[in-house]
């Protein structure tokens, strides 16, 4: 297996192994592998360094763009705030200029107090906390070693984790099921935290030693889960659940947002205290040893680690699963469940998860649930909103959106009645015709950004409905037909081509193909960089739409030189922010040059298939412009679908549009050192506002993860 192949892009340090809680379901103390009693309690500086150094060269050998360490145990928060504190700064000052570093912390919550959180704002760490619901179910598990409660200890870090200054730092709630306890009373608990997320956990367990089923249910965890789920859905999905939506997006055909479920490869390696490297920590409750790889970060590389068999087995997706599981009509959604749960003794993991019946059950339950719309639905909303994945929701939303604009053109229609003019009805029976016949022709004219602008200004009186015959001549042309266009100036507009000049005086000019190649054909210019391709539009009559002045007809010099500029800001957008670029890739067909800049950054009413940018010589200040533009007609298109907040709220919409441009344009031009920080008491004020809606208030989170 080949190094570059096996990335890893999640290491998680163990920064204590000791713990001030007894919970009699914990895999590192109550499970089969004990080699927590023979290391060092708390790790040494120069395990820090080490484990710093290795990160860093393989981030950088494997052009890593992000890697995630979570500090962890035991209990994290006994190695106290001033060995934390040179953790975080050790590793982010290694990791420096090579990678992005996203910090995180799991811990119990008990010893969490302002100390701990200011170091944690200071190195942008995020905190999970561990609760297993209301005080009888997080009491059931969760006590101290003298059987004391520790419920109220970590509601009073949850409270303090919640305050306005902390709020960005919390990362959600994980819960271990106790099919015992109440599913609603353990969700309603959690929710009341208002988490920005919530983990559920399947208890550890294997076949040797299988979880427990109380009056021998057959499928008692999957029941327990559909009834959370249910209850979640009712109250309007206020936070994502990771399992819930890893079987939403893997039935859909997208990524798991877990390790537990789904076929993608495993990218997570443990650092213990005593600097050796791990298999993932869910081993430990197979069989002692089992996590173990014989290697450290003295001496071994994490490319080696990648390459280590234990490793190379988490890797193989389908081929790695049992027989069963490759014939089970839902293993791309369960992908053989947690690999840890798999083992049964002489057989090693080549079984089912010990969870098997349990897993498709709830698989099924949610897939009835949900329905193909659904699934895709959860998937594209939540990467929209925290920035992973901008691709489907942009094929959705460009569907959503070419459908208003038809209704749109029935609007016209309808308004018109029996007084349209004979231009509008034989454009209009063309499109009816062609809508009854090959409707694919009708996507130039749907899809073009500025149909919406000129459908929307005919019904307030101030555009031409004669005008849809301009728009219509391309769909005309495309179906080998000649093209009847209306006269302005001496010129015809085909919007999406260009403009054609015709002999003066004309009102109407006959239009065929053999004219766009011919004397007077002025053509739009396009851009082509790095798997994207739009038009320079300066000719379009309806372009106005951004709040400020549009540059007229460029000459060849000044355009080239504008187009210059844009194969260089795509290139920088490319390179620092993927997902984005990806985005825009797909959805973003035209640019029209402003003929300056717009000071109050409109957001266009073309939505984000066209974005009006003042092209100036500096490639960075267009990168920004070019983002925070694709970005505020992404979320004007998704207003056209759902509901995040009271419409009559403007100023919250202005801080939503302005907060979610700002979590992507920060990445691209970072400003003065407090920028990014601004932008986080933004997104906290934001957090805040009163007529968000429950599915704003996800959006608003999602934003936050991406902070």
């Known amino acids: 297996m080949s190094v570059s192949s096996v990335p890893l892009r999640q290491l998680v340090l163990k920064v204590h192994s000791r713990c001030d809680l007894a919970c009699d379901h914990c895999y590192v103390y109550e499970h089969a592998d004990q080699s927590w009693a023979h290391r060092p309690k708390a790790i040494s500086d120069e395990v820090t360094s080490w484990t710093a150094l290795r990160l860093a060269e393989h981030a950088k050998r494997q052009a890593l763009p992000s890697v995630q360490v979570i500090l962890h145990g035991g209990e994290p928060l006994l190695a106290g705030p001033a060995r934390l504190r040179r953790v975080c700064a050790e590793l982010s000052s290694a990791l420096r200029g090579i990678t992005r570093l996203d910090l995180s912390i799991h811990t119990n919550g008990v010893q969490l107090g302002r100390r701990f959180l200011d170091i944690f704002a200071e ?3 995020r905190v999970g906390i561990s ?46 099921i106790d099919v015992r306890n109440d599913p609603i009373a353990v969700y309603d608990a959690l929710a009341a935290q208002e988490p920005p997320r919530i983990d559920f956990l399947l208890p550890h367990a294997t076949w040797n030693e299988p979880p427990p089923r109380p009056g021998g249910a057959r499928t008692p965890y999957a029941d327990w889960l559909t009834a959370v789920h249910d209850r979640w859905h009712a109250a309007g999905r206020p936070m994502p659940v990771r399992l819930f939506d890893s079987i939403v997006s893997t039935l859909g055909g997208g990524p798991s947002r877990t390790e537990a479920m789904g076929l993608q490869s495993s990218d997570v390696v443990v650092v213990e205290t005593d600097g050796t490297f791990e298999q993932a920590d869910s081993l430990k409750t197979a069989y002692d040893g089992a996590p173990v ?77 949900t329905g193909a719309s659904g699934r895709k639905a959860t998937v594209w909303f939540d990467a929209l909103a925290d920035g992973s994945d901008h691709i489907a929701a942009v094929s959705e939303l460009s569907e959503a959106r070419e459908h208003v604009t038809r209704e749109l053109l029935n609007a016209v229609q309808r308004e018109l009645g029996s007084h349209a003019h004979e231009s509008w009805r034989t454009s209009w029976r063309l499109l009816r015709e062609l809508e009854d016949g090959d409707s694919a022709l009708l996507q130039p004219l749907l899809s073009h950004p500025y149909t919406r602008t000129w459908a929307l200004r005919c019904l307030d009186g101030t555009a031409v409905p004669g005008h849809l015959a301009c728009r219509m001549a391309p769909v005309a042309l495309a179906s080998q037909r000649q093209a009847e266009v209306p006269v302005g100036d001496g010129r015809v507009h085909l919007p999406g081509l260009g403009r054609l000049r015709v002999p003066t005086g004309a009102r109407t000019a006959a239009v065929t193909t053999e004219h766009l190649a011919g004397p007077g054909w002025e053509p739009l210019r396009s851009v082509r960089a790095d798997g994207w391709e739009a038009v320079l539009d300066d000719l379009d009559p309806h372009r106005d739409c951004f709040g400020v002045p549009v540059s007229g007809r460029l000459g060849d010099g000044e355009a080239e030189r504008r187009l210059r500029v844009l194969r260089q800001s795509w290139a920088l957008i490319r390179k620092t922010l993927p997902s984005v670029a990806d985005g825009m890739a797909a959805g973003v067909r035209v640019i029209t040059p402003l003929a300056a800049p717009d000071p109050e950054r409109t957001a266009p009413s073309g939505g984000f298939a066209a974005l009006g940018v003042h092209l100036s010589p500096d490639p960075v200040r267009v990168a920004v412009d070019l983002v925070r533009g694709f970005r505020a007609g992404v979320l004007d298109a998704l207003l056209d679908v759902c509901d995040l907040y009271d419409e009559a709220d403007l100023s919250t919409g202005e801080l939503l549009s302005d907060t979610y441009a700002r979590a992507a344009t920060d990445v691209l031009d970072p400003g003065p050192p407090d920028a990014r920080r601004r932008t986080h008491a933004q997104w906290e004020a934001l957090s805040a506002a009163p007529s968000l809606t429950a599915l704003g208030r996800r959006f608003v989170d999602g934003i936050g993860r991406s902070l």
């Not at 006590?143 to 709020?167: K, T």
């Not at 059950?361 to 009835?368: A, G, R, Y």
């Open 123 to 125: 190195f942008d760490v």
């Open 293 to 369: 790889t014989g290697l450290d970060v003295f001496r071994h590389s994490l490319d080696e680690v990648a390459r280590h068999p234990g490793m190379a087995a988490r890797q193989l997706g389908l081929n790695g699963l049992s027989d069963q599981c490759r014939g089970c009509p839902v293993v791309r959604s369960c992908g053989g469940g947690l690999f840890a749960h798999r083992y049964r003794e002489g057989t090693g993991f080549d079984n089912p998860s010990v969870f098997c019946a349990d897993l498709m059950e709830l698989i099924l339950s949610i897939d009835e649930r």
């Open 131 to 176: 609760l297993d619901g209301d005080r009888a179910a997080n009491d059931r598990h969760r006590r101290f070693a003298q059987g004391r409660s520790s419920y109220d200890a970590v509601l009073a870090a949850i409270s303090l984790l919640r305050e306005e200054g902390y709020r960005h730092l919390f990362a959600g709630l994980l819960c271990t």
